[in-house]
Antibody
Framework: QVQLVQSGAEVKKPGASVKVSCKAS????????MHWVRQAPGQGLEWMGR????????NYAQKFQGRVTMTRDTSISTAYMELSRLRSDDTAVYYC????????????WGRGTLVTVSS | QSALTQPASVSGSPGQSITISCTGT?????????VSWYQQHPGKAPKLMIY???KRPSGVSNRFSGSKSGNTASLTISGLQAEDEADYYC???????????FGGGTKLTVL
């Protein structure tokens, strides 16, 4: 069925990097942008950026510029989000969510990946 | 880009109607008819409830409706049911770069 399956929870030390994967199935991976949204514990949703799986082109929220890298592997319909120089306030659930080309809303979400940053 | 402003909480009894507001600026909500609303139950991923201000995806109850006036969007839930108890987030496309901005979320309690 149509779904986004994310990688498992991670525990990282401050200053390290984390790479989260999001595997798409049941639809044409290159037909939708893949966005990343995070949610700190007990907090709201925060948009991080998106990748065009067709071209590999990316757009990042200003807050994450220089620390986030979004990539994809079209051969396995998987998108990746890597966040570097982790801080304790990066502890959050990271979601991937798709947006159809020409649309501006997230119609399918992954279940989320908890990233805990702790010394 | 600042977050959109939502009330922290709203409540209502079963069968009643409630409205959640979402206030932005002329750079986001006011400039585009591209507000979407998401429902999130504890420990679950968000679910799309309304898109492009007032459109419902297939499978979403017609008890959910959306509207916009100026820089403020609203989500109305009529005929409240226990299963509607959840957090609700608004989101607007905000142009420049491009960029999306979320509201801080509203906790709906069904009394």
């Amino acid at each position: 069925q149509v779904q986004l399956v994310q990688s498992g929870a991670e525990v990282k030390k401050p200053g390290a990097s984390v790479k989260v994967s999001c595997k798409a199935s049941g639809y044409t991976f290159t037909g939708y942008y893949m966005h990343w949204v995070r949610q700190a514990p007990g907090q709201g949703l925060e948009w991080m950026g998106r990748i065009n799986p067709n071209s590999g082109g990316t757009n990042y929220a200003q807050k994450f510029q220089g620390r986030v890298t979004m990539t994809r592997d079209t051969s396995i319909s998987t998108a990746y989000m890597e966040l570097s120089r982790l801080r304790s306030d990066d502890t959050a659930v990271y979601y991937c969510a798709r947006v159809k080309y020409g649309d501006f809303y997230f119609d399918l979400w992954g279940r989320g990946t908890l990233v805990t940053v702790s010394s | 880009q600042s977050a959109l402003t939502q009330p922290a909480s709203v409540s209502g009894s079963p069968g009643q109607s409630i409205t959640i507001s979402c206030t932005g600026t002329s750079s986001d909500v006011g400039s585009y008819n591209l507000v979407s609303w998401y429902q999130q139950h504890p420990g679950k991923a968000p679910k799309l409830m309304i898109y492009e201000g007032s459109k419902r995806p297939s499978g979403v109850s017609n008890r959910f409706s959306g509207s916009k006036s100026g820089n403020t969007a609203s989500l109305t839930i009529s005929g409240l049911q226990a299963e509607d108890e959840a957090d609700y987030y608004c989101c607007s496309y905000a142009g420049s770069s491009p960029n999306w901005v979320f509201g801080g979320g509203t906790k709906l309690t069904v009394l």
